[in-house]
């Protein structure tokens, strides 16, 4: 599974942690920031956007000091469905029901919570429910 990763300056450690912990088991492409320096995330996000879907990653993770910032940018590209998760209900219902292929997280989460939430965003399956389904169709109609 390629799983790719890109922060703010503010969610730099987290990222830092989760891609030590993550590559263990999977293929995880860093896609910036690189440093606490102060950047914009927006850039951090389009990028991540783009490369899920042109570079056929599985999933994105993104980080910023709310999730919220970056989670809005993620989805002004063309493709993605990023949802801000706090909680493993959150994480649940957006993998089966929106077939979300970003998961947005918070810079102040503790590494152990949003290890647990990435865990469960990579494994839950899409429910492949035709009223789901229609849902995302519209989605991407719209996009066009």
Do not use: W
């Amino acid at each position: 599974m390629r799983i790719g990763i890109a922060s703010d300056h503010r969610g730099f450690l987290l990222k830092k942690s989760l891609i030590e912990k993550l590559q263990k088991k999977y293929d995880v492409i860093d896609y910036g920031c690189n440093s606490s320096d102060s950047v914009d995330y927006p850039d951090y996000a389009f990028h991540l956007g783009e490369s899920v879907i042109k570079d056929h990653l599985n999933f994105g993770i993104a980080i910023c000091g709310s999730g919220i910032g970056i989670s809005i940018a993620c989805n002004k590209v063309k493709g993605i469905r990023a949802a801000r998760v706090l909680s493993l209900e959150d994480v649940y219902e957006t993998r089966n029901d929106n077939d979300a292929n970003v998961i947005c997280l918070s810079a102040k989460m503790k590494e152990d919570e949003a290890i647990k939430l990435v865990e469960a965003f990579v494994t839950t399956p899409f429910s492949n429910e035709e009223r789901h389904q229609r849902r995302i169709n519209k989605i991407s109609k719209y996009e066009e």
